[in-house]
């Protein structure tokens, strides 16, 4: 069994073509290989929940324990 992170650039063009991601999950196991698409969060999704919980830490308000509730309950938002 192989997994592995490949770019879509690596692949052959008709292979290329298929895929809207930049990079696939490649799975092979007992010689069947499957290519996953690899979607990547949103960078612009991401930064607003960095600078609040930055801001939290600065500030002293923020204890490991609400941390890792916190991080719990973004988990489960991000699906």
Same mark, same amino acid.
Not at 4 to 17: D, F, G, K, M
Not at 21 to 28: A, C, F, G
Not at 41 to 52: F, G, Q, Y
Not at 54 to 64: F, H, N, P, Q, V
């Given at each position: 069994? #192989? +997994?592995?992170?490949?770019? $879509?650039?690596? @692949? %052959?063009? %008709?292979?290329?073509?298929?895929?809207?991601? /930049?990079?696939?999950?490649?799975?092979?196991?007992?010689? $069947? $290989? #499957? @290519?996953?698409?690899?979607?990547? %969060?949103?960078? /612009? *999704?991401?930064? %607003? *929940? @960095?600078?609040? @919980?930055?801001?939290?830490?600065? +500030?002293?308000?923020?204890?490991?324990?609400?941390?890792?509730?916190?991080?719990?309950? /973004?988990? $489960?938002?991000?699906?």
């Amino acid at each position: 069994m #192989m +997994d592995e992170i490949l770019s $879509v650039n690596t @692949l %052959p063009e %008709p292979l290329h073509r298929r895929f809207r991601s /930049d990079r696939v999950r490649v799975h092979e196991e007992n010689g $069947v $290989v #499957m @290519l996953t698409p690899v979607q990547e %969060p949103s960078k /612009d *999704a991401t930064w %607003p *929940a @960095l600078n609040r @919980l930055r801001a939290k830490i600065s +500030d002293g308000k923020l204890s490991t324990e609400r941390y890792v509730a916190q991080k719990q309950i /973004d988990k $489960v938002l991000e699906g």
